[in-house]
């Protein structure tokens, strides 16, 4: 079993974005940065992943799309990406990986290079779900959309109950 090395990274994004890992590593990085309070950081985290879960199993189940088929996804990638990730028995619409990196790249940074670095980071991931055929094309562009949107409500919440304002941060 042979994979390119850009399959290699798109598996390890697709890892790495599994279960919230990279939401939560958001948070752990602005922590530590001194952006926020540890009681801060918990409070987002726990809003921004609520949300993403109610979210994203109230679409799937609605939408009920099936999974792209294995033989979208070539054979040495396939089986690479299936050695490394868990198989996902959810329906495919929207990308959940690509939906909770959407919300946190728009939700949680506190400056404009955060959230663009982030974004990046989302894009990334919606790109690995499509290269390791985890999902079509719409699944991840409805998960870079609602994201996006979900978000902006998000931020809108936590700036307006004072979530990572700077009186909030501990130094």
């Keep these: 079993m042979m994979t390119s090395g850009i399959d290699a990274v798109a ?3 697709s890892a790495v974005a599994d279960h919230g890992a990279v939401v939560a590593l958001m948070v752990l990085i602005e922590t530590l940065r ?3 309070s540890v009681r801060v950081a918990a409070e987002q985290l726990t ?3 609520s949300a993403v879960i109610v979210v994203n199993t109230i679409l799937k189940r609605l939408v009920g799309r099936s999974r792209p088929t294995p033989a979208a996804t070539s054979g040495a990638l396939r089986t690479a990406s299936t050695m490394v990730l868990r ?4 329906p495919s619409f929207p990308s959940g990986h690509t939906l909770a990196t959407t919300v946190a790249a ?5 400056t404009t290079a955060g959230q663009i670095a982030a974004l990046a980071g989302a894009g990334a991931v919606g790109w690995s779900r499509l290269r390791v055929g985890a999902h079509h094309g719409g699944d991840v562009a409805g998960g870079l959309l609602l994201g996006a949107l979900l978000g902006l409500s998000l931020r809108r ?4 109950h004072g ?3 700077p009186d909030r941060v501990l130094v």
């Design 163 to 165: 979530l990572g304002r």
């Design 106 to 110: 728009v939700a949680l940074p506190a």
């Design 87 to 90: 198989t996902p028995s959810s």
């Design 157 to 160: 919440v936590t700036q307006r």
């Design 34 to 36: 001194g952006r926020r």
């Design 11 to 13: 598996i390890g994004i």
């Design 47 to 49: 809003l921004v992943g």
